[in-house]
């Protein structure tokens, strides 16, 4: 009978040890992967800060030869027909939103840009997605205008900003 008694205690004290270990390994395991969401997160920050840097000077943004080769200068006319297809550049940049917003000259209350107010809008959100972080870059945002029946570049200055989801 003592012997069974021993055999039991040893039996729930190893049950009892076993547990213990798989609830610390448990929350080993829970601070591990909370470590991973945070550096996912700041991964993707990371990826945002050099995305905005590259985007400016872009095939599909930038002023290119017609402008002079300007650096860290944004076609606005380009923005805005890219703009009318977005689905095509859905998944292209991997990012939430793309936006340009005009500095300066400043203008009154917040227009967004469509067809029908362009030019006299001061914000052209190329891609709309859920709100995150934005990461910005100063750029010149240049079209071409005619003035007495030429076209001149007209630049204004301008931040591009791209989001990312937090998750």
């Known amino acids: 009978m003592k012997a069974q008694m021993k055999i039991q205690q040893t039996a729930f004290m190893l049950i009892a040890i076993t547990l213990f270990f798989a609830l610390v390994g448990m929350a080993v395991l829970g601070f591990k992967f909370s470590d991973v969401k945070q550096s ?5 920050a990371r990826n945002a800060k050099l ?5 400016a000077n872009s095939p ?15 076609d606005a006319d380009k923005v805005m027909m890219l703009k009318q297809n977005p689905d095509q550049y859905q998944f292209f940049w991997g990012v939430s939103n793309i936006e340009i917003r005009k500095l300066y000259p400043k203008t009154e209350g917040e227009i967004e840009c469509t067809l029908s107010n362009y030019p006299n809008c ?15 870059k100063f750029v010149s945002l240049c079209r071409k205008v005619q003035v007495d029946n030429r076209p001149v570049n007209k630049c204004e200055l301008a931040e591009l900003m791209v989001s990312y989801e937090k998750k």
């Open 122 to 136: 001061n914000i052209i959100k190329f891609r709309q997605g859920r709100e995150g972080t934005y990461d910005g």
């Open 51 to 55: 995305l905005v840097s590259k985007l």
């Open 60 to 74: 599909e943004f930038s002023c290119g030869e017609a402008y002079g080769n300007m650096l860290h200068c944004v």
């Open 40 to 44: 996912a997160t700041e991964l993707e």
